[in-house]
């Protein structure tokens, strides 16, 4: 079974770029996550969506910060402008709601991001 | 949901039992521990989960203390693969899907 497939795996851009992060969740599962690794704060969760709809966007750092989900099968993380301290590595994550405390969230292997 | 307390790093020689504690003090009584890893370069990875029963999958097994202030999850054979950061996670049937709530976690070290 595929898992949740994030792209790219690497970016490297230069301040003030628009960086776009992708995201496929594993089919049939209704939420998905965007959590952010840094050394500094952990992992901690930037925003998720039940049935394509933003439900807590309160881990979005500032406006700079975008996501959408305009179907099931698709979400994108959009930085713009970008900043060296968005450096980190950005991991989506899904599940399934169905008896949803025994249902695991199923990370991807993350978008690691460095902005110059 | 109730904090969690970790060792920051343990050592495991390879082929031994590698017996990781949690402290979960504040826990109430219809709350689940939760146990995922994340091996260096990849995501967090569920591996097992209970409630006050001792609980064993392919993975690992969880032992909960009879007062549920505590829980060790237990890998029997640990190879060099699991060297990974384990995170204990307490939370509530209640809280579904919500977003998982990670602390510091503790560094398996592997040792051949």
């Known amino acids: 079974d595929a898992g949740v497939i994030q792209s790219p795996r690497h970016e490297v851009t230069e301040m003030g770029q628009e960086v776009t992060l992708r995201c496929k969740p594993i089919?049939?599962?209704?939420?998905l996550f965007w959590y952010r690794q840094t050394m500094m704060r952990g992992l901690e969760l930037l925003i998720y969506?039940?049935?394509?709809?933003?439900?807590?966007d309160s881990g979005m750092p500032e406006d700079r910060f975008s996501a959408k989900m305009p179907n099931a099968s698709f979400s994108t993380l959009k930085i713009q402008p970008s900043e060296p301290r968005d450096s980190a590595v950005y991991f989506c994550?899904?599940?399934?709601?169905?008896?949803?405390?025994?249902?695991?969230?199923?990370f991807g292997d993350g978008t690691r991001l460095s902005i110059l | 949901d109730a904090k969690t307390t970790q060792p920051p790093s343990m050592d495991c020689a390879e082929g031994r039992a590698a017996n990781l504690p949690c402290n979960h003090s504040?826990?109430?009584?219809?709350?689940?521990v939760y146990w995922y890893r994340q091996i260096h370069s990849q995501g967090p990875q569920y591996i097992i989960h209970?409630?006050?029963n001792n609980e064993t999958n392919e993975m690992a097994s969880l032992i909960i203390t009879e007062d549920r202030k505590s829980s060790t999850l237990i890998l029997p054979h640990a190879t060099l693969r699991d060297t990974a950061v384990y995170y204990c996670?307490?939370?509530?049937?209640?809280?579904?899907?919500?977003?998982?709530?990670f602390g510091k976690g503790t560094r398996l070290s592997v040792i051949a």
């Open positions: 089919s049939g599962h209704d939420y």
């Open positions: 504040t826990i109430s009584g219809n709350e689940y």
């Open positions: 996670i307490v939370r509530s049937p209640h809280s579904g899907n919500t977003p998982l709530v």
């Open positions: 209970g409630l006050k």
């Open positions: 994550a899904s599940s399934l709601s169905f008896d949803s405390y025994n249902q695991p969230q199923h």
């Open positions: 969506f039940n049935n394509n709809v933003p439900i807590d």
